[in-house]
């Protein structure tokens, strides 16, 4: 399959998401990071602001909650029309319930792991899930390096779906760049979120295109 590429609008110029998100038209999908300053020391957008970016994209909308009640709030853009809506391990109380909500409201379920969180004990629900995001770097914040520790995570994932015969992605979030994005490609990750590498590019769109082909390679 081939590479995806989800630009992050999170380093976008949000005075101006609209022209922002139609600088990233070769895009896969658009990658909106909802953070609430309690499941992370940062604080983004809510519901109001992510419906319109979804009526306005010309792509579909990628939505990553960092948000405590995941419970609460994950169907709630699901219902607001994102194509996919990842919500984290470590918030959510009824994981699996979530994800099924999440499919029977017509979007794509998906979990996110914290870099220190472990993949085992998910492995024996892959099915319930069309997405697992490994985390990259620490959720909060745009532009932080890339942890390489994360990267056995995604092979030990990728194991499990070669041998279980799953077709859940695998996405990654945090420091991806012309310089990672391959080590992160061949470790298993078929979706990749980039927002500093992307929207810090003269041309974002050429700059996709360049990420596509290495993690293609
Ligand atoms: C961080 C967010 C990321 C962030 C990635 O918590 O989930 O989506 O925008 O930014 P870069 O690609 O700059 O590491
Ligand atoms: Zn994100």
Redesign the pocket.
């Known amino acids: 399959m081939p590479a995806l590429i989800s630009p ?1 609008i ?2 976008a110029d949000f005075a101006n998401l609209e022209r922002d998100l139609h600088r990233i038209g070769r895009a896969d999908y658009a ?1 909106v ?1 909802v ?1 609430d300053n309690h499941f ?1 020391p ?1 604080l983004t957008l809510g519901l109001p602001v992510v419906q319109r970016i979804i009526e306005v994209a010309p792509m579909p909308v990628d939505v ?1 909650l ?1 948000v405590e009640d995941a419970d609460r709030w994950a169907v709630e853009y699901a219902r607001a029309g994102a194509a996919s809506v990842t919500f984290h391990a470590e918030a959510a109380q009824a994981p699996v319930r979530l994800a099924r909500e999440l499919r029977a409201a017509g979007t794509r379920a998906s979990i996110a792991l914290r870099p220190a969180t472990p993949v085992e004990p998910i492995l024996d629900l892959l099915p319930e899930f069309d997405m697992v995001l490994v ?1 990259t ?8 390096s ?1 942890i390489e520790g994360t990267l056995p995570k995604i092979r030990r994932l990728r194991a499990a779906l070669d041998e279980q015969g799953g077709d859940t992605w695998i996405q990654v ?5 012309r310089s990672t994005i391959a080590t992160v490609a061949q470790a298993g990750a078929n979706v990749f ?6 929207y810090g590019a003269d041309d974002p769109d050429a700059e996709i295109d360049t990420l596509r082909a290495l993690a293609d390679e």
Do not use: T, W, Y
Not at 137 to 144: H, L, Y
């Open positions: 992050s999170l380093s990658h990071d953070m992370v940062n990553h960092m985390m770097v620490e959720p909060g914040f745009g532009g932080q890339f979030d945090g420091g991806v760049s979120v980039a927002g500093s590498a992307v």
